[in-house]
């Protein structure tokens, strides 16, 4: 008996709390059974003392049972012992989507494998799923009653996206968090709202920056019409304008367009130039966008696509169809790093008998599965923030049952988002209300999936190599080879679609060199040059791509002279999308700016003046000098020499002898300065330095003489007065005089430079001009043919030159600007100016017709004269000195020898032997 009550004993023990109420059960049998035992022929034993201790041993197993009761589970609805606390949490998703479906099912394994490791926990998730089916009117009328009627503390609503503020100003109210994939356009207005995927922005970041990186200027937004997508919308156009890219064009494509729609809008996309799209559509859309594009020709090679996560994300679940006919396309999606634990839960998730082979594990069912850790792990320690109260013993079905008040959710919210672990979809940490990744992964689609071109990283940039802690101090500058449209290796050419450019020329008589087309009747062919023919087409050729184009003529003035249309009706042609670039001698003006685009000007600003040159007198080499200064250099030369003679001819032999040769000396060596021809020697100190100073003053006066001169040669042959006529080209006359104010009515129209040269030879006086004014190109064209005639007299920068124009939003502009700069930069400019317009004069300064000439005076060099005399006052001064100071010593002298008696000895000395024989004779 004892030994039975032993092993019954010891089996409540070792089963445990979980099966106590079945041993009470089996107590009473095995009881029953062990007296029938004792009571067996085999033993011999009291009966009244074998029912006292069996009693005694069952009073023992039942305190036992007892007490091993309390420490067990508890009932459902049972008191409250140390089970964990749940805390419910209300999940809304739809069933129909695989989103839906795969977020469901990662939730719910999220919730069994934390408190399957975490079994110390006090709290537990109660999760209550709510299907919308796709209704956002169902999903928010879930949300509501899974608020009001089930008292939730957190509610996870994955797919949000035209109703995501409606749901944020929900949570908000009630102080609940909500976690969901989308995003609301101010997170700190809705800080209970909790965005559990990656921030847009880092997407459209690396969007952006991959087209700054290619070089493109210009592109094309294809987007839905949802609140979360124009929200992205603005951003992206703030973010191409920070970089300088400009977007041409916007097309909204909405949830419910059909494929009519579509293929309209393509092909509004088709006949624009430019051919980088960013496509940013929901996943149910793109496939229908990408069919009918690749149909149209729009998935040929010069296209280039660029698609967002939004689409990127469910690359998986398109079928090959959808995935050949967006073959060379380029996305960006969410970087998920590979680890030992998402390989786990990926073979746990093929394992499970109940999933659908086509639910293919995404990013989504990561984020979810990692916002449930983070809320699970958020509850836990926000449960012992927080006091118990009495009624954590009272309802463990109701909010209040971890002891939530009315902080309690803002504690969890709080918790939320200051976890920082390593889940399932990489480092899991929160910043401004949004899962703080910052990495991108490039794909390039090609065969049957993407292929992996390379990482976008915030902050970094562009790397091959795999991100990570050690590699994000460095960036790499490029990716892998990307397959474009076509398929081709090559960038697609920069906005342009690659087919025939219409190049309109102006047909007309006058100024050829600009423009000639000849159109030879025998052979029925069209030719074309000119030096904007041949800038066209050197900007052409420098480009890094083919471009082809055909040149048409448009007829502007007919070989008869006959005007049929001017230069505004040619540009406006571009305005009616009837050419595609017009180039000749088009001037840039701000009536042709609204309707036209217009690259970088190729020729000179403004307008000048041309005047017929004249003849100079017999005595104009004087005229640099006014009578003042002529006089000052004379005198100036002559005290030179002066001063020169005076300090030498004492004890320099070169400066003696008679007096007409010391005059002759002193003028000589005064002249001969002028041209640094003096070959006397110089003895004294001080008339170098007099000499030195001078020929400094002698440099300077020749050299402004020398300009003076050739300037007024050169002016002084033009022969335009004040009063004359001025001469004008009538195709000219709106762009001329509207740009200058001109308001003299003293004006002639002519046609042609023939004209030109027939109304300056006649001059005012006879009925012809005293000047032409036009732009300055036509003016170098002018003086080309005649360079000895006539001169350029004067230019002011008041047009803007010649320039191609192109249609508004054309992508070729900035491309040809950048060839035209390359082009003067490298010189092959000026050898096409040089080919056409080789014998053009230089061009003068600026200069006001009629203006005197401009002669230079003594004030002009006043204080190179002041110098000069100030040197030679200083040696005069210095010479007399010492010659005083020289005389006053040998009167001293002679005064001593007189009072000394030695009067007769100073006049043998002084005087010669035979002036003392005559005297003593």
Known sequence: MCLCVYKLSASILKNGRSSVFDHHITTTYIYTEDIQFCRSDRYSIDESKLNVQCMEIWVLI???????????????????????????????????????????????????????????????????????????????????????????????????????????????????????????????????????????????????????????????????????????????????????????????????????????????????????????????????????????????????????????????????????????????????????????????????????????????????????????????????????????????????????????????????????????????????????????????????????????????????????NKSMNFSSSDLDSIIWPGPSLTIPMRDWLGKTLRVAVPWKQVFKEFVEVHHDVRSNTTSIKGFSVDVFLAAIESLSYELSFEFVPYLVVDDNGTRHSNYNELVYQLYLQKFDVVVGDITITSNRSSYADFAMPYTDLGVGTVARLGNTGPWFFLQPFNIDLWMMIAGSFITTGVIVWMIEHERNEDFQGSLGQQIGTVLWFASSTLVYAHRERLVSNWSRFVVSVWLFVVLIISSSYTATLSSLLTLERIKFAKGDYLGYRYISEGVVFNNTNFADTRLRRYHSPEDYREALSRGSEKGGVGGIIDEIPYLKCFLA?????????????????????????????????????????????????????????????????????????????????????????????????????????IYHHILKIALGGKLAFMIRYLLPANAIDGINA
């Open 785 to 889: 043919k005649y360079p000895s005639e006539y001169a350029l007299v004067g230019t002011a920068p008041t047009t803007n030159g010649f320039a191609f124009a192109f249609q508004k939003g054309s992508a070729l502009v900035p491309e040809i600007s950048e060839a035209i700069v390359r082009l003067r930069v490298e010189g092959k400019l000026k050898e096409l100016e040089d080919k056409w317009f080789k014998n053009q004069s230089s061009l003068l300064p600026l200069a006001n017709a009629g203006t005197q000439l401009n002669t230079l005076s003594l004030d002009n060099f006043r204080g190179l004269f002041l110098v000069s005399g100030t040197s030679k006052a200083i040696a005069f001064i210095v010479f007399i000195i010492f010659a005083l100071n020289k005389k006053l010593s």
């Open 62 to 468: 039942l305190v036992m049972s007892l007490a091993l009761s309390f420490g067990g589970e508890p009932a459902d609805g049972g008191s409250c012992g140390p089970s964990p606390v749940k805390f419910e949490v209300g999940l809304v998703v739809d069933e129909r989507s695989p989103v839906g479906k795969i977020v469901r099912k990662t939730v719910e394994m999220a919730v069994d494998e934390f408190y399957a490791i975490n079994t110390e926990h006090e709290t537990k998730i109660n999760l209550h799923l709510r299907n919308s089916a796709g209704d956002p009117l169902l999903a928010f009328s879930n949300a509501v009653d899974l608020l009001e009627n089930v008292k939730v503390g957190a509610i996870i609503v994955p797919e949000l996206w035209n109703e995501v503020t409606l749901f944020a100003r929900l949570s908000d109210k009630a102080r609940v968090p909500m976690f969901s994939f989308s995003s609301v356009l101010s997170p700190n207005a809705y800080p209970y709202f909790v965005q559990i995927s990656q921030d847009g922005d880092t997407g459209l970041e690396g969007i952006v920056a991959f087209v700054k990186r290619a070089n493109w200027s210009n592109v094309i937004l294809i987007h839905d019409g949802t609140e979360y997508g124009l929200n992205d919308l603005s951003r992206m156009i703030d973010l191409f304008q920070e970089v300088g890219v400009r977007v041409v064009h916007k097309t909204t494509i909405s949830h419910s367009a059909e494929e009519p729609q579509i293929i309209e809008e393509l092909n509004k996309l088709k006949k624009m130039e430019t051919s980088i799209f960013i496509v940013h559509l929901s996943a149910s859309l793109t496939p229908l966008l990408f069919e009918n594009a690749k149909r149209l020709g729009l998935m040929a090679k010069g296209y280039a696509w660029i698609v967002s996560d939004k689409t990127m994300n469910f690359l998986h679940t398109f079928d090959g169809a959808i995935i050949e006919s967006m073959q060379g396309s380029l996305g960006f999606k969410p970087y998920i790093p590979a680890s030992g634990k998402l390989q786990n839960f990926t073979k746990e998730w093929l394992r499970k008998s109940n999933i659908e082979a086509s639910m293919e594990l995404n990013v989504f069912g990561l984020w979810g599965y990692d916002a449930v850790w983070a809320l699970a792990m958020a509850i836990e320690k926000a449960g012992k923030r927080i006091p118990p109260t009495e009624e954590r013993c009272r309802d463990l079905l109701n909010l209040t049952s971890i002891g939530i008040s009315s902080n309690s959710s803002s504690l969890v919210l709080e918790e939320v988002l200051n976890s920082r672990f390593v889940g399932l979809s990489g480092e899991f940490q929160f910043q401004n209300g949004k899962l703080a990744s910052k990495t991108c992964e490039v794909v390039n689609v090609i065969g049957p999936g993407g292929r992996r071109a390379g990482f976008w990283t915030l902050g970094v940039g562009f790397t091959v190599q795999t991100p990570s």
